[in-house]
């Protein structure tokens, strides 16, 4: 009997076992199909499409803004290289204004747009993890696609409006990523960072890649003042779903289910913290923190010469049309898009299964995706009129930044994800640097278009694009700093 009791009391107590580990698999992974989390990602990613859109359209635009008159349709004569021929234009597109803006002021206009985007980086970071992400990032894009609409007017108005045009607009997308980081602080759970994160800010790169080609398209067939009231509307559709849709955790989401809800939460608790102040000392004097920095600065110097100038490089280098230009200068992104998301699932899949320290990806990550865009960005200079080795090195090149994505570029989530925003906030503005001096450098040493004056703007890239790699790899971490968190947590680092 004594026996038969124990046997009994033996299955009771594997059964509760039994039921334990039941919960345990319900909650511990959540579906990724149709999850609230996923939808997120994609939702972002649109939003993020519509930002990189309105900021590099007008790129290709510029080039058919101008009264370059001395062109002809087919044959581009003033170009280094000889031009290529492309069909005749409709007469129709005729009808847009043209102006007489000479190099440095097409600098200055390009480059603009950056003078405003610096100013709301960190207050975005601030503002976001005080009063949410959700109506920050909205408005923000909001405001950019209202200020975009009014740029051919703008235009008509004079070179000065048209650069105050664009310092708005940056203000308004300055808030857009330290806003979604601080989103991403309370979504993603750790071990799906790479992969949540890579599929939201794809949209980036599939704005640029959509919007170049698309742009030159509109040039060609209407005129460049469409470029803005097309894509501007496309804006106004994601402000509606975002206001729709989103919210700003999974405990004030309505619909997420219970599932998914609990598991984000659990993985979180550990890496959040619960203080409302912002530990301004620590973070200012974070070591990890300015290896971001660094890193940050270096790549988008390279990635902002080649956003704002690759279109005009294209024409006065290599002669291609507009038609031409927006589908090629777009290549690059189409690579860099599809590194960048699969760089991410590889990232997560070393964390998750072959539990590879969180830093030796990011360094990993970081190192290729810097060092090999410089190589191939220096390679493309000396191609001279050969178009196919300059196009295919310029996508090489950018196809490899892409891996950055799961680089350096969400360490904030890794160190301090309870103030992601706010470290994204001051690493971005750093990193906006390039995008107000870059073109205005590029263009002032390229005043004669030639191949030597442009080798001279690649090197520097280059060389920047190696001395923050090399910081970064001596000096980035991948655990949560004690300071951002009461109980240190790490994973795999």
């Not at 698999?25 to 939702?43: D, E, F, I, N, Q």
């Not at 939003?47 to 007008?58: K, M």
């Not at 290529?84 to 007469?91: C, M, N």
């Not at 280059?462 to 009461?486: E, R």
Request: proline letters at 5%; aromatic letters at 14%; glycine letters at 8%.
């Amino acid at each position: 009997m004594f026996t038969h009791y124990g046997y009994i009391t033996k299955l009771h107590d594997n059964f509760d076992l039994l039921i334990l580990l039941f919960i345990f698999l319900c909650y511990s992974v959540a579906p990724v199909c149709c999850s609230s989390r996923y939808g997120l990602a994609l939702l972002s990613s649109y939003g993020f499409f519509v930002v990189y859109s309105l900021r590099v359209n007008l790129s290709v635009a510029m080039v058919d803004m101008l009264n370059n008159t001395h062109h002809s349709s087919i044959n581009h004569s003033s170009s280094v290289c000889p031009a290529h021929a492309s069909p005749t234009r409709p007469q129709h597109n005729h009808t847009a204004s043209v102006y007489n803006w000479d190099s440095e002021t097409q600098g200055w206009i390009l480059g603009s747009f950056f003078y405003g985007y610096i100013l709301t980086q960190i207050p975005g970071g601030y503002l976001a993890g005080r009063y949410g992400p959700k109506w920050l990032m909205g408005f923000g894009i909001l405001g950019t696609v209202v200020f975009t609409l009014l740029t051919p007017v703008a235009a008509d108005l004079g070179a000065s409006y048209l650069i105050a045009v664009r310092v708005f607009e940056g203000i308004g997308e300055g808030v857009t990523f330290p806003a979604m980081y601080t989103m991403w602080a309370a979504w993603a759970p750790p071990l799906e960072r790479s992969r949540l994160l890579t599929i939201s800010y794809i949209g980036a790169q599939l704005g640029t890649v959509i919007a170049l080609p698309v742009s030159g398209e509109i040039c060609f067939y209407l005129d460049w003042t469409y470029v803005f009231y097309i894509f501007g509307a496309f804006g106004l559709v994601w402000f509606v779903l975002w206001a729709l849709f989103v919210f700003n955790s999974p405990n004030t989401h309505p619909r997420i289910s219970e599932r998914e809800r609990l598991y984000i939460t659990s993985s979180l608790k550990n890496e959040l913290s619960t203080s409302t102040h912002i530990p301004w000392g620590s973070i200012v004097t974070s070591i990890p923190l300015w290896a971001i920095v660094v890193a940050h600065f270096s790549y988008n110097w390279t990635f902002y010469t080649l956003l704002t100038l690759l279109p005009t490089y294209m024409n006065d280098i290599l002669g291609f049309s507009i038609q031409q230009n927006g589908m090629l200068s777009a290549l690059p992104y189409i690579g860099c898009a599809v590194l960048a998301v699969l760089s991410g699932q590889i990232a997560d899949y070393l964390r998750e299964s072959c539990q590879c320290p969180t830093v030796r990806v990011r360094k990993v990550a970081s190192l290729v995706g810097m060092i090999g865009p410089a190589v191939f960005l220096v390679a493309a200079g000396y191609t001279g009129c050969n178009y196919t080795m300059a196009v295919t090195f310029l996508t090489i090149s950018s196809s490899l930044g892409g891996v950055s994505a799961s680089g350096f570029n969400i360490n904030h989530l890794d160190i301090a994800p309870s103030y992601a925003g706010i470290l994204l906030g001051i690493t971005n503005t750093f990193a906006t640097i390039p995008g107000m001096v870059g073109p205005v450098i590029a263009r002032a040493l390229t005043k004669n278009n030639t191949i030597e004056e442009w080798q001279i703007v690649f090197y520097i890239a280059a060389t920047i694009n190696l001395l923050g790699a090399s910081f970064y790899t001596l000096l980035g971490q991948g655990k949560v700093q004690p300071w951002a968190v009461h109980t240190s947590y790490s994973h795999g680092d």
